[in-house]
């Protein structure tokens, strides 16, 4: 064979390559020019027939020949290759929606929560999840002594820093860096050493509010902030009742129940045949507050409040398990859209 009936044979080999539609069409190209029995092994046999003259020239493009259509073989076998997970394209099907995402039932509260006391008048400020002592406790006229302050309840990062246990830290930043007057709501994430189960967990999430103003503010205005938060989220056949207790933030001191919204307030297994659920504490600022941040108290007086999300959740949602919330399974999800 000659160098010109070689060149030949190598375009009409890639010209057969080219042609072949698929991985199907592919073999039978190999298997004739590369194959054991195939054109260029045999012509590598037929080497020593070849004029001496003529002989390394043509061994060289053989070599060439054979390695060309190996790498184009190899390219086009896999593009032509068909995936083994690949479904067939039917273009007369109709087209999938897929459907919007929902919002979480603890997003949906403190959105809820928020857009109330925003009619009226108080804006949302956020701070750290990680805080001072100073901001956590000391300002908030928790004594030294106080169990909150173990180890087995608060989350310590250091001497001086701590996981925040509650989003009042974010009411003292405020005031030590605003005059009044000041009326805020604080939602955000806390965390405490509890033992998880169906109604505790060691991270959850509050809503506090803050109203501090030169004029005067009384537990008349609390209790009727309260009472209209309370017939806004939760109707307005909703009772609402004030029952003394205390808080080193605030003097005199309250909780705050709702009526049950499931039994209407004649005694069930939610509301502990009581009629009544605990829904937030709340107080007048203790005048002790106000010399520790830098606020005159004979010159400012003011309200806070705080409620945990997670429990106005259960209570509108029916939830019986607050662990539910943190699963992340779709399908409890799923319900709320």
Not at 35 to 48: S, Y
Not at 190 to 198: E, P, Q, V
Not at 241 to 270: A, I, K, L, N, W
Request: hydrophobic share 40%.
């Amino acid at each position: 064979m000659t160098l010109a009936e070689l060149d030949v044979l190598r375009e009409q080999s890639l010209a057969e390559l080219r042609a072949a539609a698929d991985a199907a069409a592919l073999e039978p190209v190999r298997i004739r020019y590369l194959g054991r029995n195939g054109q260029i092994p045999a012509l590598m046999k037929q080497l020593k027939d070849v004029p001496a003259a003529d002989r390394p020239e043509f061994g060289r493009r053989a070599n060439a020949w054979r390695a060309e259509l190996e790498a184009a073989l190899a390219g086009r076998q896999t593009v032509a290759a068909p995936r083994e997970d690949a479904v067939p394209f039917d273009p007369t099907l109709p087209g999938r929606w897929h459907t919007l995402g929902t919002m979480h039932p603890i997003s949906r509260v403190i959105e809820e929560v928020c857009r109330i006391f925003n009619r009226l008048g108080f804006v949302v400020a956020d701070g750290p999840d990680i805080e001072t002592r100073f901001n956590n406790f000391t300002a908030l006229n928790t004594p030294a002594h106080h169990p909150s302050l173990d180890e087995t309840d608060t989350f310590w990062l250091g001497a001086d820093q701590l996981l925040r246990t509650q989003t009042s830290p974010v009411q003292i930043r405020v005031m030590t860096s605003q005059k009044p007057p000041v009326r805020i709501v604080t939602p955000g994430r806390c965390y405490r050493r509890d033992t998880t189960d169906a109604t505790h967990s060691a991270n959850f999430h509050q809503i506090e509010g803050l109203y501090v103003d030169t004029r005067p503010v009384s537990l008349a205005d609390l209790k009727a902030t309260l009472a209209c938060f309370a017939r806004e989220m939760m109707g307005p056949s909703v009772g609402v009742r004030f029952r003394p207790h205390f808080f080193p933030f605030t003097e005199p001191s309250v909780e705050v129940d709702f009526s049950c919204h499931v039994c209407g307030g004649s005694g069930c297994r939610v509301c502990k045949q009581s009629g009544w659920i605990e829904i937030a504490g709340a107080g007048m600022i203790d005048p002790r507050v106000y010399q520790l941040i830098g606020y005159n108290p004979e010159e400012v007086y003011g309200y806070a409040f705080g409620m945990g999300v997670e429990r106005i959740a259960m209570i509108r949602y029916g939830i019986t398990d607050i662990r539910h919330l943190y699963e992340n399974d779709v399908r409890f999800l799923g319900q709320f859209a």
